[in-house]
DNA sequence: AATAGATTTTACATGGATTTAACAAAAGAG
DNA sequence: CTCTTTTGTTAAATCCATGTAAAATCTATT
């Protein structure tokens, strides 16, 4: 969901219409107190941030934003008819991701709004990717190839912590307490065993999970040695 | 380190002065050619990338990097004089996480550099380096001039130590304690054995590993005596 | 309660990691 | 220079983390 805070509502119509013609939620609001009203119930994945506004303007609005911890992580576009460098650098500064200037084209605007997202939902993505493994976590499905591949519970939630968390080594007291729920005594072959269903059942793509002795197990794209 | 990739020398210049006066590090390159080169060597934080250059285009140099593993990370802005949305969308599109358009301002430059790299540097995880060994404490991971080092538990551990404390002394008691926990009857060879290899394994960067007789070892960067 | 499927525990083999042991080489002390 | 101490080096001995199979236990569904 973009939410887009604009005053015009003829550019707010065109925006939120041309938003949602490419597959995406959208929803205008007039001003920042509709616009904050909004938001304490939903959290949106963007929002393209007017700076001429009635009532607050968009660089307060991007300020109460960036200042509360339930906000600041999402991504805002500044959209401003001035044009000036000054106006452009303070939005910048202020936190924001991206900066566009009226008049601008949807074609632009679009693509901004897609290169932000990608650069931003990278870290929490509902489908992940690693080589030719797919994982799609709300569905909880998985496919190598293309290929569909059926994980019991533990086994999805197993690979989701490897997937997400790529690259890095994760310990099997890590693995214990973020799947099975914190304390877990001492001794337990638990997570070996999961490992091992799961390097079985992925086939070729089980071999991007790497056990680093004495510490744990990492998931990460093959290289060749 | 930011990389500058800029046929127009002047334009080129103006922008690695700027940064450097930011405090940044930055380095210009002519054309696609000495800018791959010097990416085999080096990964910089940030990449500048002009559209039009002898050679290879922009565009291409941006499809390049994003196809490989090793480079897709790296965040890259696009520059060009052609203004058209066209250049813009296809850019976007295209991976790269910004756009600026010639004549552009420096403040507007620094600024869109700092907020693309406020955006990328939060996933980052720590990395420790000393000279041109760098030690990645998250992932395990351990690579002199880029080349990866396979260390054992016991061996990474004892690097980590010497990393975390350079040019400090570690007595052999003090390393014991502090890997293999507290106590540990008088003699044992143990450490010596673990440094050699350490030493051995890391090559050229081995040599940063000295021992003070008598007390025990130390590492720091070199310099001539 | 019975069944099937998922999950965990148990037990053991294996091979890489770590430590021990033994000796060589180097550095200081006198 | 010789003796002593400390460190380097190697190879063998030991240890212990992991892989694996199979049994035991748990959970949900009928």
Redesign the pocket.
Known sequence: MIYCVEDDSNIRELVVYTLESTGMKACGFEDGKAFMEALAFETPSLILLDIMLPGEDGLELLHKLKASAKTKEIPVIMVTAKGGEYDKVIGLDGGADDYVTKPFGMMELVSRVKAVLRRTEKTKDPIVQVGDLKLDIKKHEVTVHHTPV?L????FELLEQFVRNQNIVLT?DRLLEKI?GYDFDG????V?????TL?QKLGSAGEMIE??????YRMGEKHES
Do not use: P, Q
């Open positions: 059926l019991t519970l533990k086994e099997r099975w001794e337990t072959r638990t070996d065993v999961h490992v091992r390097r056990t680093v002795r004495g510490v744990g």
